[in-house]
């Protein structure tokens, strides 16, 4: 097995979680997202044995999903909404920019492994936007400007911890919502920040 | 009984039963609508949309798929409507857009249901003037299936398939969209003993078989009906010829066995008939060397010897004759010889198996019908893998399995009882007390059951499996299926007084009681654990006469070898299987050479010896083999021809074994024999010959410790045969035991009765050093 036992040790807490083992693919293709940065044969071999289902099976479902990614991706994955109300918002230019300054085309990696670049259907934050997301941390009514100082801090600091709060304050704008509780803790890895997945982390 | 629905379709009033599919109630109704995704053997899925239908609701009509849709009683229903050949029109042109216009040169045209339905309910023309979408044409996902994804409608048949019938899901949707495509994961090939049912189910000529593909167009072939003779499951199959050479075999869809399915190799393991090898005159030994003559000098030869009153007789008979020849030689022992004849079977694990007066035998359909399924026989997937699917078909239906002994770890993935070794000792024993095993009690005391009964390997004691018997026959309201897995065994059982085994073949036969001994498309030599004392036995007899396709280890030993017609499309013929179904063997392509059928050579051979002979046709033979039955239910030609008895008659009938009860032979090695093996039919079937070359063995944990086995490889040595295979190390096999696939190649040359020494492989030894 190319898990280590930590991983699997996981592993077997969040099957105990469903009454049948291959439930539990969902969050544990997220748990090689978060080893790896993608999802790799290797951990496709380890889930289908955990959950006792064919290789193929794994592959299915994790190629269905967007957010399963097939190739490797860099530290931090920036996703630009496209969709309508960020385009009315004006995201196309935030994408242009992002793309100016990391050198991406979508869906691309750069070589250093830091950026990975993607223009995505809508996010979930119409009411900020144009909305963006860094490792699936949030940040609403970013400029092309921000965004680019976004990027910039990005490389400049490389956070082990994105916090969707954080960057709110320093790049964001409007907000969809000025009631959500305050929350320091953020994704460490390229998959979305869950709990009982441990993919996230309070930032000190 | 449950009421009926009526609905109306198309103005038309019919009847349906409650919960049916609207498709499937249109379909018993004779009203056809056009589909791709479904088919009746698999759940459905609304995947293509061809089935749309027009159904009257209380909000005005609306279009719904009739396969996910069932029947409601005042339903009303159009099928032809304007909105729905609109929407047929639509539905074929979305799938059009990206299927590639290469029909010229796809096996599946002019069968293929795409273009039919096109053809039918198409639009005339195309719109579409974009680039299609490419794939690389075909891809291999196994030894003996290609995929062309371009061709494919994503019907998801062949994965509904792998996944709910085979149980063996290697392959399924990767990606979404309009990226979606079938495939197998990346070093993991389609290897499935059914992966050839996903061919013929394919609505298009996406998936394709190496052995048909490109071999004949469907218009020029002829077909005939006939019953594979490969195990004694008796699957319906239909042949497929053109230009006199066989070129294809399909499932029939027979209820009552194996609706529609059947495993690659009864499917694929026809290609030896047009292989080059193939005997085609008979052969004679002179100074120990095979010369060719003329079959009419056999039969005056041989006749000379018959004509002799005290000439002694004796015959082995293999698993792929039909009941005419049976018959043929049973007629040909009564005549030249006064006393009781035994017949040896070719079959080193016949025992006298449970068909005693009070025991109550089953059918196959019996294990849908039945509150358990016990299990305790040889490995029924590698064996009878038909079975295998109908027992898996009624685990789905909720009938509980309970499963004995490592012999059969194939089925304990789906069993909800699986007493491996903790239960079943190294000796082929239980253990325990089975009536006070917990789940015996839950599932299956009181119950009704369907036990399926055999030895495992050839070193089980008899009384093993005759102590399960007892307590279920005591305990339960049991019906028994009795599991010899080997072609026409029941055949043989049905039309022939007194048969034996191989051991008691090797007991018998002797230069004293044989002067003559016929071996029948058996190769005992080849393929049994009495392989080294059978061949010595042999080279001992003045006269061995063997009748095959091809020469092999046995008929090398003998003195005449006679080339015979197969009963795969060569000749005409009955054939029994598991349950006493009897069902039609048919002729369609010509044999060649100078070759006979079975009892075409035994009639020609008792005409020529002057000795008076009763049945000189098939039809004689035919009508002799049943003339202990009443006419209405006696499956001879005629009535076999009969629409209704398409599908074969059951007659149960209480064979007569006369096996000598056989204790345990104490060794480490437990002989099974894998689906693919090294006989000479597969061998000579190119696309399959090389599925059952791995020479392998599974060792039980605690003598992989004994002999220092960790991984690799591993040679086996006794007296001057060396041989290196591969091994595993299993978990579930009992201690002190190895598993030996006896039908692959060299293996068989062991006596695994005696001591066999293990080494790791020098190989890995050096390896391990650096």
């Known amino acids: ?204 | 009984m449950s009421e009926k629905v009526n609905l109306n379709v198309n103005g038309i009033e019919i009847e349906s039963d409650p919960n049916k599919l609207l498709i499937e109630a249109c379909e018993d109704s004779g009203i056809h609508i056009p589909r791709f995704c479904w088919h009746k053997r698999l759940d459905p899925v609304g995947m293509c949309r061809m089935c749309l239908v027009e159904v009257e609701t209380p909000r005005g009509k609306i279009l719904v798929p009739s396969c996910t849709t069932e029947v409601g009683d005042e339903m009303v229903v159009d099928t032809e409507s304007d909105v729905v050949k609109k929407a047929q029109e639509g539905v074929l042109e979305f799938l059009l857009i990206n299927h590639p216009l290469d029909c010229p040169i796809c096996d599946k045209a002019g069968e293929c249901p795409l273009q039919d339905q096109t053809m039918a309910y198409g639009p005339g023309e195309s719109r579409f003037v974009e680039e299609k979408r490419h794939f690389e044409k075909p891809i291999n996902i196994s030894e003996i299936i290609l995929l062309d994804r371009e061709r494919c409608i994503l019907c998801a048949r062949c994965t509904r398939f792998s996944d709910e019938i085979s149980g063996d899901p290697l392959i399924e949707f990767i990606q979404r969209g309009n990226k979606t495509e079938v495939n197998t994961f990346p070093n993991e090939p389609f290897r499935s003993y059914f992966s050839g049912n996903t061919v013929q189910i394919c609505p298009v000529g996406a998936l394709t078989s190496t052995s048909y593909r490109f071999k004949a167009r469907p218009w020029d072939l002829k077909s005939t009906r006939s019953t594979c003779n490969g195990c004694s499951m008796g699957c319906s199959i239909e042949l497929n010829s053109s230009q006199n050479k066989m070129l294809r075999i399909l499932g029939v869809d027979n209820d009552a066995v194996n609706q529609g399915w059947i495993c690659d190799k009864g499917r694929y393991n026809f290609e030896y008939l047009n292989s080059d090898s193939r005997l085609k005159n008979p052969l004679k030994k002179m100074d120990n060397e095979f010369v060719e003559i003329e079959i009419q000098d056999v039969y005056s030869e041989l006749s000379e010897v018959i004509k002799d009153k005290q000439t002694k007789v004796n015959f082995l008979l293999g698993s792929n004759l039909t009941n005419e020849d049976y018959v043929a030689f049973r007629e040909f022992s009564e005549i030249i010889s006064q006393s009781e004849k035994s017949f040896y079977l070719n079959d080193d694990l016949l025992f006298k198996g449970f068909f005693g007066d009070n025991i109550e035998l089953a059918k196959i359909d019996d294990l849908n019908s039945s509150d358990a399924i016990v299990v305790w026989a040889e490995d029924l997937k590698e064996k009878i893998p038909v079975l295998y699917l109908r027992i898996r078909q009624a685990v789905k239906n909720g009938v509980k399995l309970v499963v004995f002994g490592h012999t059969n770890e194939t089925l304990s993935d789906i069993a909800d009882v699986y007493y491996g070794k903790e239960t079943v000792s190294e000796n082929f024993e239980i253990v325990k007390d089975v009536s006070k095993l917990k789940e015996i009690k839950d599932l299956v005391i009181g119950k009704n059951i369907t036990a399926i009964l055999g030895k495992a390997t050839p070193y089980q004691s008899d009384e093993s499996v005759t102590k399960l018997f007892e307590f279920l026959n005591l305990n339960t309201n049991s019906k028994v299926l009795n599991a010899y897995s080997k072609g026409n065994t029941y055949g043989a059982f049905k039309t022939l007084e007194n048969v034996k085994g191989l051991n008691d073949f090797v007991n018998d036969i002797s230069k004293e009681s044989t002067d003559l001994l016929f071996i029948v498309g058996a190769d005992p030599v080849g393929r049994s654990v009495y392989s080294n004392q059978i061949k010595s036995i042999i080279k001992g007899l003045d006269i061995v006469v063997s009748l095959d396709n091809f020469n092999h280890e046995t008929s090398e030993q003998a003195n005449f070898v006679i080339p015979i017609s197969s009963t795969l499309g060569e000749k005409e013929g009955t054939f029994t299987n598991i349950e006493f179904r009897t069902s039609r063997i048919d002729k369609l392509v010509p044999s060649p050479g100078q070759t006979v059928s079975d009892w075409e050579f035994i009639t020609s051979l008792m005409n020529f010896a002057g000795l008076t002979v009763k049945t000189n046709s098939l039809e004689d033979l035919n009508t002799k083999a049943y003339e202990n039955l009443e006419d209405s239910v006696s499956p001879v030609f005629d009535n076999l021809d009969k629409p209704s008895n398409l599908d074969g008659m059951v007659n149960v009938s209480k064979p007569k074994i006369s096996s000598s009860v056989r204790t345990l032979i104490k060794t480490m090695f437990f002989t099974g024999e894998k689906l693919y093996g090294d006989s000479v039919t597969v061998r000579h079937s190119d696309s399959i010959s090389l599925l059952g070359s791995k020479k392998y063995i599974e060792v039980s944990e605690s003598l992989a410790e004994k002999y220092n086995l960790t991984s690799g490889k591993c040679t086996l040595i006794q007296d001057e045969l060396e041989v290196t295979v591969s091994y595993e190390v299993s978990k579930s096999l009992p201690n002190d035991l190895i598993y030996v696939p006896k039908n692959r190649r060299d293996l068989n040359k062991f006596d695994f009765s005696r001591e066999i020494n293990i080494i790791p492989s020098q190989v890995k030894e050096a390896l391990n050093v650096n």
């Open chain 1, 1 to 204: 097995m190319s898990w280590d036992d930590k991983l699997l040790k996981q592993a077997k807490k969040i099957i105990k979680l469903y009454p049948q083992k291959r439930s539990a693919i969902g969050p544990l293709l997220h748990l090689a997202q978060s080893k790896d940065g993608y999802i790799s044969d290797d951990s496709i071999a380890v889930i289908s044995e955990l959950v006792g289902i064919t290789e193929v099976q794994v592959k299915s479902v994790s190629t269905f999903y967007s957010m399963y990614k097939q190739e490797p991706t860099g530290k931090y994955l920036l996703s630009v909404c496209k969709s309508i109300s960020c385009e009315i918002n004006n995201s196309s230019e935030v994408i242009n920019k992002v793309q100016e300054f990391t050198g991406l085309n979508n869906n691309e990696t750069d070589e250093e492994k830091l950026f990975t670049f993607e223009a995505v259907e809508c996010i979930g934050a119409c009411g900020g936007a144009p909305a963006v997301q860094v490792n699936y941390e949030t940040v609403e009514g970013v400029t092309s400007e921000n965004a680019v100082n976004l990027c910039k801090w990005l490389k400049e600091t490389k956070p082990e911890v994105v916090v969707a709060d954080e960057m709110q304050e320093n790049f964001g704008g409007i907000k969809s919502f000025d009631w959500a509780i305050q929350d320091s803790s953020g994704a460490t890895s390229t998959a979305p920040g869950f709990q009982t997945l441990k993919t996230t982390k309070v930032k000190k």
